[in-house]
């Protein structure tokens, strides 16, 4: 194995054991990743030693989780490249974030007759708010549609967007498929058109660098437990603009300047969209998933997925009864497939018992299964961790499926 990576495998204690009796290997990335020793370490130094609540105490721990609670936003908004850290609201993560967005702008900007833009490669958390918001404002659903090899069709999205349209919501990389949008492009063709975009990027922020002023993108949602941070952690990149336009969504503590029992005024930026006590830990956790990626490196990363991509897009490929599902041009490191007349469930219980996870099912885009004429399919997501070794040997379990079935 490349020392590199066995070093960084050891960053890991989960990977260390045994599942079934064999060492595991973890190809459910795209559904959570694993936490280094250092994300895991820091969470138990603030419980240790530094738990109290964030911004109204005076005491030296409160202080003290106030500055690492608001450090932790500033490596947010570092690593996106945001302009101020005040353009960062944690919430629980993607879904929590893509609601907000849906809640607050449609509330000041949706009205009835207008047009919200998804396509069809969406996870249900990037199509459920805005189908509850067109039903609110009655405002209509409007998808951009998709090719076989999954990726967007991006002469029906100049089509499809109008005057009509108030805002268009789509991911940066579909965690089904592993589709990489041109999610640059989009933005620059909504813009022409004054229409602000929202990127799902919940699978956008593990695989390479993003930045949001490069982008130009208006909102960017992203879940901390999906590169490398703790679970119920995430937030929202909002350009300032929009955010100080938007009212609040929750109220209470927190989130407001000064209340009386006639009227309250909000909080500035971000704190109006952060009613009551935030998830201190877990966002310092993010702050050390962000230091962790910085020393591992996106060279090593991309490097890292992209071999593992090639290989397994290969080496799967070839195995009788396989047949990959999404195969566009620009793909991050995930490959879903089906087995024929072999029910994804079936070869997921078995291939578990070689100690391997992939995930198998809808994956949360039922819309673009059925697009896809499947109802589910088996996947498996490479984190820079994976080896090429793992492969072989989930490789050799699909192979036992086979047998099992012929
Ligand atoms: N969007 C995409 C593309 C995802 O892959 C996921 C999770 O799998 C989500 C949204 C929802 O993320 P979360 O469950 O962290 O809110």
Not at 60 to 82: C, G, I, V
Not at 84 to 96: V, Y
Not at 346 to 361: C, L, P, S, Y
Request: hydrophobic share 40%; net charge negative.
């Amino acid at each position: 194995m490349n020392p590199l990576i066995e070093k960084i495998r050891a960053d890991f204690p989960i990977l260390q054991q045994t599942i079934h009796g064999k060492p595991l290997a973890y190809f459910d990335n795209a559904a959570t990743t694993q936490k280094p020793q250092s994300v895991i370490d820091t969470i138990t130094r603030f419980y240790t030693e530094e738990n109290s609540n964030v911004h109204r105490g005076v005491h030296r721990m409160s202080q003290a989780a106030t500055q690492a609670y608001e450090l932790a936003r500033q490596k947010m908004a570092d690593f996106l490249n945001a302009s101020s850290s005040a353009e960062i609201i944690f919430t629980r993560g993607t879904t929590e974030s893509i609601n907000l967005v849906a809640y607050c702008y449609g509330e000041a900007f949706v009205n009835e007759g207008d047009e919200i833009l998804i396509s069809a490669l969406e996870h249900h958390s990037d199509i459920v708010p805005w189908q509850q918001l067109c039903i609110r404002k009655k405002a209509t659903l409007k998808v951009i549609p998709i090719f076989d090899n999954g990726e967007l069709d991006l002469d029906a999205y100049k089509k499809l967007l109008s005057a009509k349209t108030r805002i268009v919501a789509v991911n940066h990389i579909s965690n089904a498929l592993g589709t990489i949008n041109p999610i640059k492009e989009m933005i620059q063709l909504a813009h022409e058109m004054n229409i602000p975009v929202l990127i799902d990027g919940a699978q956008g922020l593990s695989h390479g660098p993003v930045d949001v002023q490069d982008l130009d993108c208006d909102f960017y949602t992203f879940s901390a437990h999906k590169m490398y941070g703790p679970m119920g952690i995430g937030g929202l990149y909002g350009k300032r603009e929009w955010l100080e336009k938007m009212p609040p969504y929750q109220f209470g503590g927190e989130m407001i300047s000064k209340v009386t029992f006639e009227k309250t005024t909000f909080n500035e930026l971000p704190y109006k969209f952060e009613a009551g006590t935030p998830n201190v830990a877990d966002a310092i956790g993010l702050g050390a998933a962000i230091d962790y990626l910085g020393q591992v490196g996106w060279e090593t990363i991309r490097t890292q997925e992209a071999d593992l991509l090639a290989y397994g897009t290969q080496q799967i490929s070839a195995i009788k009864n396989v047949k990959i599902i999404g195969t566009a041009t620009q793909k991050a490191s995930i490959i879903s497939f089906v087995m024929n007349n072999i029910h994804f469930f079936d070869a997921g219980t078995i291939i578990d018992q070689f100690g391997i996870a992939v995930r198998t099912g809808n994956h949360c885009t039922q819309p673009l299964m059925e697009r896809l004429g499947i109802i589910g399919t088996i996947r498996a997501s490479f984190a820079f961790y994976n080896t090429r070794n793992e492969i072989d040997r989930l490789v050799d379990a699909i192979g036992k499926v086979n047998e099992l079935f012929e």
